[in-house]
């Protein structure tokens, strides 16, 4: 059963500490990327890799940091850099950096007090 | 730099009458456009997909879509809307020009559907 998967589907965490959210995908997908959601705001763009060992800033890059190991991995960790994490956080992947759709995972919900 | 907007933030229909979700666009090249459907909590699904192809889009559960180059539009529209049809909807536009980044998203529009 081909898809994205993010995980945990909550995640709560206490000012100050970092956290990773984990996305996988067993699409065989090169492309992969993360975006943060806000009510209101749509989606904005935080990272994304074309190839594994690469990866470049989005929109709003600042307080989060992304690694890309393996092709199937692309895991986000939220700094205590970032002033505002509380947010839905969705992963999303495409078959090739010249590939358009987005085929999306779940979503984390991230909740900082 | 493309760009899109989504006219209506919120629109609300009755079941069984016609949905229509308004989009503009601006993009530099011949973009590829893109409407996508989030139920609450969820991620999101493609609905249907413009690629420079067809100008009428058909997509899943009875959307489809109209590119209109000269009005920069991609309205989104269902003949007859279903209770099922209530979440977020996403017009989200890429540029041919641009390969290999995001999408650009518009705020979304929330549709309601009473019985």
């Known amino acids: 059963d081909g898809g994205i998967t993010q995980s945990p589907k909550y995640l709560f965490r206490k000012e100050g500490q970092n956290v990773t959210l984990s996305c996988e995908q067993n699409?065989?997908?090169?492309?992969m990327y993360w975006y943060r959601q806000d009510p209101g705001q749509g989606l904005r763009l935080i990272y994304y890799s074309q190839i594994v060992n690469d990866f470049q800033k989005g929109d709003i890059a600042e307080g989060y940091s992304v690694s890309r190991e393996k092709k199937e991995s692309f895991p986000l960790t939220v700094t205590s850099a970032q002033k505002n994490p509380t947010a839905f956080y969705l992963c999303a992947s495409s078959p090739s950096a010249a590939a358009y759709e987005q085929y999306f995972g779940p979503g984390t919900r991230l909740t900082v007090t | 730099a493309q760009s899109v907007t989504q006219l209506d933030s919120h629109v609300s229909v009755s079941e069984g009458t016609p949905v229509l979700l308004r989009c503009n666009y601006s993009s530099s090249y011949s973009p590829s456009l893109f409407w996508y459907v989030q139920h609450p909590n969820k991620g999101l699904q493609l609905l249907l997909k413009?690629?420079?192809?067809?100008?009428l889009v058909k997509g899943i559960n009875g959307f489809e879509a109209e590119f209109k180059k000269s009005e920069t539009s991609f309205h989104l529209t269902k003949p007859s809307a279903h209770m099922s049809d209530a979440a977020e909807y996403f017009c989200?536009?890429?540029?041919?020009?641009?390969?290999?980044?995001?999408?650009?998203f518009g705020k979304g529009t929330t549709l309601s559907v009473s019985s």
């Open positions: 699409l065989n997908h090169d492309a």
């Open positions: 413009y690629t420079s192809a067809a100008t």
């Open positions: 989200v536009v890429s540029d041919l020009g641009q390969a290999g980044t995001a999408l650009i």
